[in-house]
DNA sequence: TTCCAGGGGTAGA
DNA sequence: TCTACCCATGGA
């Protein structure tokens, strides 16, 4: 099977991936010689299908060695689209960076389609795994997540990441011994079956066309979802004007500007006139200072980079 | 051992 | 609305 999709003028394969930590968590896997994303897509809960993402010139290509259904077919289309946001204009953020001495090189590079996974539910997981932890840990929590509860393809040689119905049939404790997930286990049992049991519906956030604030609001009613997390699925899902103030944030602000007092209102209003993509501003100053430190983000690897930012002893 | 990491929930003021 | 305290886990 071959999917070929055209991509937006201010599209870039490598920005698109690699600026943005998911790229390094289960079930993806990278290639950073020959600049593949490999990845495992789930269709429902007993299908899924191992693709191959490239993108020569100006198409991305999605190959697979399985005999596709149609519907499937279609399903991996819209994947892909959502991963890599190929519906999103981010021209406009790339006018602004033209004309910023700061931040000329993220236009060059058209940089901003942060890579996010292949359904909400996945990445609202993932953010919760990012919370309170170090990366290494992050990664092997994902990891556990698809290893164990993962739907398998047809040849069983990978998984796509678990479906809330899958979840949802897992017990709390289970979920917490075998994927470590601590404290997060119960939040995302909890999340896995609101889903799966109607009372919560993932597309209404997905198509909230209301005010980030609003969307915020909505996120947070999700239990394990506070103030940064709901300000990272907010930009998760196309919104760049809402901040996740976390630990990184804190440390990156203070090393910055160690003369200027750190507080949330003070780094809003120090972004404010990037409105609406402060959050696209701040990640490429972050991602930026992380390349400069450890090298070019294709080449990172999971738990390399884990080690290095602990290692950096902050 | 102790600290802390890309926080969040809860109770009490 | 703000603060203190607790919550699993694992690496340094």
Not at 34 to 60: C, E, G, K, W, Y
Not at 128 to 137: F, L
Request: hydrophobic content about 40%; aromatic content about 10%.
């Amino acid at each position: 099977m071959r999917i070929v999709m055209a991509t937006p003028m201010d599209f870039a394969f490598l920005s698109a991936v690699c600026t943005h930590g998911f790229f390094m968590l289960a079930p993806n896997h990278w290639d950073p010689r020959r600049q593949r994303l490999a990845t495992t897509i789930t269709i429902d809960d007993s299908t899924a299908v191992a693709v191959m993402i490239r993108a020569p010139d100006a198409m991305v290509i999605v190959r697979s060695d399985e005999p596709i259904r149609k519907d499937a077919r279609a399903m991996i289309r819209l994947a892909v689209r959502r991963m890599l946001r190929l519906d999103e204009d981010l021209s406009p953020f790339h006018s602004l960076c033209r004309q910023s001495p700061t931040h000329r090189p993220a236009g060059r590079i058209r940089f901003g389609r942060l890579l996010r996974s292949a359904t909400l539910f996945e990445d609202i997981v993932k953010v919760i795994c990012t919370c309170n932890v170090g990366w290494t840990h992050t990664v092997n929590m994902v990891d556990k997540l698809v290893e164990h509860w993962g739907i398998p393809t047809a040849d069983g040689t990978s998984r796509g990441f678990p479906t809330p119905q899958r979840l949802a049939g897992i017990p709390a404790p289970e979920l917490k011994s075998k994927a470590r997930l601590g404290y997060r286990a119960d939040f995302i049992h909890r999340l896995a079956r609101d889903i799966a049991e109607e009372r919560m519906d993932l597309s209404a956030i997905a198509n909230f066309t209301g005010p980030s604030e609003d969307l915020m609001r909505l996120l947070r009613e999700c239990k394990g979802i506070g103030p940064y997390a709901a300000a990272h699925i907010t930009m998760l899902l196309g919104r760049y004007d809402r901040l996740a103030v976390d630990t990184e944030m804190v440390r990156f602000f203070k090393e910055k500007h160690p003369r200027r007092k750190f507080a949330p209102a003070s780094v809003e209003k120090y972004y404010r006139h990037w409105q609406p993509y402060q959050f696209l501003a701040y990640w490429f100053e972050l991602w930026s200072d992380y390349v400069a430190r450890h090298g070019r983000s294709e080449q990172w690897s999971a738990q390399g980079i884990g080690k290095a930012i602990t290692a950096r002893g902050h």
